[in-house]
Each structure stands twice: as structure tokens, then as C-alpha cells.
């Protein structure tokens, strides 16, 4: 039975590492200038986890196989303070290496201001649905009021109409952005704590009660993308999803247009 047990650990290690190998499930290509950088690192990340798998699991197959029980009298170890004290200490060296050499793309992302010539947007999550502001021909946001907001008259991110910059204010269920121009999104939420992840961009934030989150990109690619909630938000959770649309700039501007509010 050890022999068999051993032999079947070491055949499931073997077909793991050939299947995370041949990256049969790895990430859609990246469309922003984060992209390389995430997937040379999360690469990095694999290819530790993997050696490290890959000798754990031989490991134990030979331990199962070489202490089998073949009657023979039972021994037992104390161990190795030493050998426990040093691969503690390369464990931890480790993974704070990986945490640290990783942290400059995530402060690129989330840290670093957004260039000048940025497109804002506004990213809105409640339960269930996503909202997505942007400000307009004046380049302003108009004043918000919380008292206001009620989706039953169309005003879902409650608006305040007698400021002149909330009037051409354009509000959307899904968000819009123009290809090969920097985009700043501010998240904000309604109600509990969302996530805007879109997996193309490499990017993921939460969407906190009260704070007002930032991230910027460049999306290098035209196309339609998902844009799931991707932190459990209550029972409607598994709905919650949008899209991101990347369009040409002439495109784009149209698209604004045609959406523009009538008062």
C-alpha cells in the first residue's frame, strides 16, 4: 500500500507541473502598460512555487516509499533544529523578496499620480449595478448630494441639477474609454465594499464606503471587455458585472455625445 500511495503522489506531481507547464489556463493577453510587467512577475512567482512543489511532493513520495513498513523495528527521529531554523529563514527571505520586488508595479498603478492629459471617470459600485460618471464638455464634475440619489428618477448618483457643472454630466451603466490615452478612474461606493477588476488590464481595486480610490491606465487595445464585482457583496453579487468598451478617440467623443444629458 506505501509503494502504491508513493507511486500515485509522484505520478500527480509529475502531471501537475506538466500541466501548469504548458500554461494551458494562463491570463488573457494583456492590453495595458501594466501587463508585462504583472505577467513577468506572476511567472517568476509560478516557477518558484513550482520547483518548491515539485520537490515537497518527491519528498514525501521517497518517504513514504523509503520508511515503508517491511517489519522491520520501528525508529523515530528528534528532528533537525538546524536544517528547521534555515529553511524558516530562506522561506521568509523568499517570500518577502517576492512581495518586494513586485511592490513598484503595484505603486505604479495605485500610487503614482495620473498623467495631466488623463481622462476622469468616475466608477460608482452599489448592490447590484455599476454606475460610471464622466464630466463633460466643461471638464468638471457637478455637485452630488446624497439626499438626491434614487435610481426610480434617473438620478441614481444623485446629481444636484442647480449646479450648472452637474447638467452635462454623463452618466452610464457601462464605462467607455479611448484607446492609447491615459485614463483615471476614482472608484467610489453606495452602499458596501465592491471591486473593480477587469483581467486584460491587469488592474483591480476596491470600491470602499466612504474613501475615494484611484488608479490610472492605458489601454492599448480596442475591444469589449468584462468588468465583474469581484468581492462578494451580498445575494446579488454573482450579477453584478459590466463591461469596459475601448473605442478609437473619434469614436469615443461620439459616443459621449450621443449620451450627453437632455434638461
Known amino acids: 500500500m506505501a509503494v ?27 492590453i495595458s502598460e501594466y501587463g508585462q510587467a504583472y505577467d513577468a512577475h506572476f511567472h517568476l512567482t509560478m516557477i518558484i512555487c513550482g520547483i518548491i512543489f515539485f520537490l515537497a511532493q518527491l519528498g514525501l513520495a521517497y518517504a ?3 520508511y515503508r513498513d517491511r517489519g522491520q523495528k520501528v ?4 528532528g533537525n533544529n538546524t536544517l528547521e531554523v534555515v529553511w524558516t529563514l530562506a522561506t521568509a527571505v523568499l517570500f518577502w523578496g ?36 464622466y ?17 426610480s428618477s434617473g438620478n441614481p448618483l444623485g446629481l444636484d441639477l442647480t ?17 492609447n490615452r491615459p485614463v483615471e478612474l476614482i472608484l467610489r461606493s453606495k452602499d458596501v465594499i465592491h471591486n473593480f477588476f477587469v483581467r486584460e488590464l491587469r488592474i483591480k481595486q476596491d470600491l470602499v464606503p466612504g474613501l475615494e480610490n484611484r488608479l490610472h491606465f492605458t489601454a492599448s487595445q ?12 451580498g445575494l446579488g453579487h454573482y450579477q453584478m458585472r459590466t463591461f469596459l468598451d475601448v473605442k478609437p478617440e473619434a469614436e469615443f467623443n461620439s459616443w459621449l455625445q450621443e449620451n450627453a444629458p437632455q434638461y
Open 163 to 179: 449646479d450648472q457643472a452637474a447638467l452635462d454630466d454623463v452618466v452610464m451603466p457601462i464605462v467607455a474609454v479611448p484607446v
Open 75 to 78: 525508529s523515530y527521529s528528534h
Open 135 to 151: 464630466p463633460g464638455p466643461d471638464g468638471k464634475f457637478g455637485t452630488i448630494k446624497p439626499e438626491l440619489m434614487k435610481e
Open 64 to 66: 513514504i516509499f523509503r
Open 4 to 30: 502504491l500511495l508513493a507511486g500515485v503522489i509522484a505520478v500527480i506531481t509529475l502531471v501537475s507541473m506538466y500541466l501548469f507547464s504548458v500554461e494551458a489556463w494562463w491570463m488573457p493577453p494583456y
Open 222 to 233: 480596442t475591444g469589449r471587455f468584462e468588468v465583474p464585482c469581484s468581492e462578494l457583496c
Open 98 to 133: 517576492i512581495v518586494l520586488w513586485g511592490t513598484h508595479i503595484w505603486a505604479s498603478v495605485h500610487l503614482e499620480a495620473a498623467p495631466s492629459n488623463a481622462v476622469q471617470i468616475e466608477a460608482w459600485g452599489q448592490q447590484f449595478a455599476w454606475y460610471f460618471r
